[in-house]
């Protein structure tokens, strides 16, 4: 009875270790951000950013191709600071916003190492799927907040297409080039939060 009282203390040991290296983590929106830059007439670059960012990062440091990201940003929320263009891109020119609420990326694979990880899944954008690349700086260490929680921090990239999405808008210019380029570079600052510090 006594063999079998160890053995089932240390398979529970086991396990809590096991599960310890993997932790689940929400996205901090207040301290977080997803912003774009696209080419505008060719010459300069327009900025602007997508609010209501959430989800969750489940890391897992032992086996960080294990690891999975879910996150959703409402299209409605767009800001370049101007709000005429704002009501265009909400427009079913741009992100229909009004039909297509949600832009949602989950991945389905993680390769690399930590500070230098390439994540691969389906972004759906106006009411499109298709897989994306993030190159994925980061996760930090953790680092312990003010009231016991846990913090770290990660930022990730990628260049998309925005035919792919079916957003196709555009004019042509006099001198022959269009309004707006095609490419869209994306950046996500992400801080995320969680109760229990991973082990390492």
Not at 72 to 99: E, G, V
Not at 179 to 196: K, M, R, Y
Request: with cysteine; aromatic share 4%; net charge neutral.
């Amino acid at each position: 009875m006594v063999k079998f009282a160890t053995l089932l203390t240390g398979m529970v040991m086991s396990i809590g270790g096991t599960a310890a290296s993997a932790a689940v983590w929400d996205i901090d929106a207040s301290h977080s951000s997803a912003s774009f830059k696209i080419k505008h007439l060719v010459v300069a670059n327009v900025r602007g950013e997508i609010g209501g960012l959430k989800g969750t990062i489940d890391i897992d440091d032992k086996n960080i191709d294990k690891s999975k990201v879910v996150a959703t940003l409402d299209a409605a929320t767009i800001d370049t600071k101007n709000a005429d263009r704002d009501k265009h891109l909400r427009s079913p020119d741009f992100f229909n916003a009004d039909k297509c609420k949600e832009i949602k990326f989950e991945s389905k694979a993680v390769k690399g190492t930590v500070g230098n990880l390439k994540v691969t899944g389906p972004l759906t954008l106006n009411c499109v799927t298709k897989d994306v690349e993030l190159s994925v700086e980061g996760p930090t260490a953790p680092v312990k907040g003010f009231k016991g929680e846990w913090h770290r921090g990660l930022t990730a990239t990628a260049t998309i297409n925005r035919k792919d999405f079916g957003i196709s808008w555009n004019k042509t210019l006099d001198g022959g080039g269009l309004v707006l380029s095609e490419n869209v570079d994306i950046t996500l600052d992400i801080e995320v939060v969680g109760q229990e510090k991973p082990a390492h």
